[in-house]
């Protein structure tokens, strides 16, 4: 059979499934009837069939392509990944990350890094004369000094506002960069870690050494549980998938790297959670007039909460 | 699903679905995802900027400017962090940049990417553009793997493809007298083999977009052997014979039978398979007879001399 007879013949089909493809892709699969799915699956399988005998049937190299790009559009539509599940994601968020954060050794070790190096170089500002200054640079504590001499006495509404916004822009911005460089092979996650724990652990050290009374720790106190952790969290994500290329667990590097990578999405979604709590605390509550029981029983609040997540929710049997 | 590469060129890749059928994608590398990037880049400042001024302008008449900033900032934070990542999740792996260079993100294994994927691959790419938005460690990983994956698209299981740009489904016409002429004197026994039917095609596809010397270079080496054995003149051009090759192995019912031109029916059908590859579109496809719609009957169609000459593509 020559080459046009047979294109006369097929072509029909081909140009079917082109039109099916074009009105799956526009829209939602759940919409589309039993019979027209079974007929397209039907369509695409001669397609297949027609790629396969290409060689045989002479077909031209255009037209060849044409079946290649036909056959790839027909199979994305026939195997597609499942769609965004909003109960799904609750069940994710809310009962196997946290089972999966509690028996994860990354998350320990962002914690204890953070934690560690944060305590240490809070006693080092508090008690080395010039630690802070070398640490942190005198310009930067001057400002904070003075940023903190009345952070505390109250803003408007408004102001109020626009500082979540900053908040948000600034430390989820932060957030989202720790895990990001966790992924230089585990190392850029512990760099970050700890600059940010020697970092924040100084100045609250130094803080603590001003003979002049500042609102520091009144202002610091109600988000503090919440973008603290939500450091840690993001740094330990970064951590797991960066170590994920070195201890493969039995898996090839590339597909330990794809599963931490999926695992860790949900974290970054929870560390990003996190971080908006406590720039709407830090926004709205922590620079306000409230007397200082009221902040200390926001934080109290926010590590209960934290507790009750990674502990209670977490130490549940895994499946 | 994804099958290694084996020998075929490396900027394709192919997937082997479960009908046992490998199509191939063509990779997208650094320097094609370079403008697509550029645009996107451009876009997120203008949407940044003028929604920033918008806010500004609209809580400023509401006598809270402030409100305006914050809001400001947090879609500064959401463009800046997940604009790639919302609009490839939303627009089946595109973003407006992508879609203008017709490049697409999809999984490794050949299927579209899911909300996940899209969001986590351009989080990351703030490892990727280190240092200081040079691009340095993606560039790098992606000269490493056969993917020219960065390492957002290592963590996430994804790849950059070129959408191929619409094939269309049918073959070339020859249209040359000389050619025609020549496909007659072909003799009726002579057997193409399968892989000779490949060069030739390929030939004719590719002959327009080279100048006429390197036409002939080319094109001796099957046409030299192929005129002596025919035996035909010396003087018989090279290119016109593989056209005329081309012509038989295609097109021809039986040899000796010039159905593309004298025929009306035939016209019908050889229009069907008009022109219609990037390569061949306007060009050398106006001879009169052969410009008549795919799917007009043979009934209506007048002799050959009274239609406009005009390029039909058939789809």
Redesign the interface.
Known sequence: M????L??Q??EN??ELETLCTRF?GRRRSKVEAETSVHFAAL??GA?AD??LA??Y?L????V?????L??RA??QL??????NVANWFDEIFDRLPRRLYRDGFLRLAFVLFWGFFLASMYLGYASNGFAESVVGEDELRSMEEMHVDSTQGRDM??G??????Y??NN??IG??C???G??FGV?GIFITISNAVGLGTVFGHMATLSTETDFFNFVTAHGPFELTGIVVMSGAGMR?GFSIVATGGYTR?ES??R???E??PT?ILGTLLFFGAAVIE?LISPSTLPYWTKALVATASSALLVFYFVLLGQRPGD | MAAENGDTIDTQFE?V?????A???RLAGPFQRLPAYIIDVLIQVVAVVAGYLGLLLFFGMLR?P??G??????L??AV??FYTGLFE?LW?GQTPGKRLMRLRT??AD???????QA??RN?????DCQPLYLYQVGLWVAACNRRYAR?GD????TMVVIE?PQ??????VVTEPEALRLAELIPANFRVP?DM??AL??YV?RRRALPWNRRVQIARHLAEPLRMRFGLPPQTSYDMLLCAMYHR?????TPGQQAAVTRPVASG??A??LG???FAEGAEVNAPALASAPNVLPTSVGPPSERPAEVVVA?
């Open positions: 020559k080459v046009v007879a294109l006369d097929r072509r081909w140009r892709e695409y399988r297949c790629l396969a060689d045989a002479h031209p190299p255009n037209t392509n044409y079946l290649h790009q056959v790839g199979h994305n195997y597609r990944s499942q769609g965004f408004e102001a506002l626009a500082m979540v916004g900053y948000i822009w989820a911005g989202l960069w895990f990001a460089f992924l230089f850029g998938l590339g790297l794809r931490a990578g999926r860790s999405f970054i926004g | 997937i679905t479960p009908e046992n059928i199509f191939q994608y809270v402030f409100i900033v914050g809001l400001g900032l947090v500064y934070f800046s962090w999740a089946n999809i999984s050949g299927q579209p990417i899911g909300p996940a969001i986590l989080v990351l790419r703030m490892a390492l290592l963590v996430c299981g191929e094939y269309r489904s049918t073959a070339l399968r039917a490949l095609s390929s596809l192995v295609f097109f021809a019912s059908e050889i069907v398979a219609v590859t990037p789809s």
